[in-house]
């Protein structure tokens, strides 16, 4: 999943995670050099909700 994203409005979307998801820390949305697809994996298992889920909250941002 890209949707477009980069790492400009990834950024933006950070900020309504840490809004959303108030346990995610500023390192757990540091993407790194790995793919977003992977990032948002571990996000999921962070807050404990599917990847479905987590999918269809960035699809809304």
Known sequence: MNNGI???KW???KEDF???FPI???SDLLWRDGT???LLKQ???RVGISW?????IVKKL
Do not use: Y
């Open 6 to 8: 980069d790492i400009n």
């Open 11 to 13: 950024n933006n979307i």
């Open 18 to 20: 840490k809004r959303e």
């Open 24 to 26: 995610l820390t500023d």
């Open 36 to 38: 977003l697809h992977d």
């Open 43 to 45: 996000i999921a298992v």
């Open 52 to 56: 479905k889920d987590l999918e269809a």
